[in-house]
Nanobody, 126 residues
């Protein structure tokens, strides 16, 4: 599975961005798609995930609940991350990831995801 992210950029605090992740290859084995982020000097953390074969159930990190929304367009093999009310602390490189098992979706742990994109930078200024 190959993953390509897009949609990153620079915005002011309070603004919005929508990230996209297009999957190609053997996508039929994908059970869960997720978004992760990594800020300079910090560990990569899970942001949101969505069950691909489980009715589209979504999961979010506490830090983004109510502000971020993950969704999928199966016809386009694309997963989106809508980010609203952005804060400077949301500044990070954002990565799309895929897991073969939907059972791993709820915990959004890096170790449970098998395939990764190259990332797209999000910068939020105050």
């Amino acid at each position: 599975v190959q993953l390509v992210e897009s949609g990153g950029g620079s915005v002011q605090a309070g603004g919005s961005l929508r990230l996209s992740c297009v999957a190609s290859g053997h996508t039929g084995n994908t059970g869960c798609m997720g978004w992760f982020r990594q800020a300079p000097g910090k560990m990569r953390e899970g942001v949101a995930s969505i069950e691909i074969d489980g009715g589209g159930t979504t999961f979010y990190a506490d830090s983004v609940k109510g502000r971020f929304s993950i969704s999928q367009d199966n016809a386009k093999n694309t997963v989106y991350l809508q980010m609203n009310s952005l804060k400077p602390e949301d500044t990070a490189m954002y990565y799309c990831a895929a897991s073969v098992w939907s059972a791993w979706c709820s915990t959004i742990r890096q170790v449970d995801f098998n395939y990764w994109g190259q990332g797209t930078q999000v910068t939020v200024s105050s």
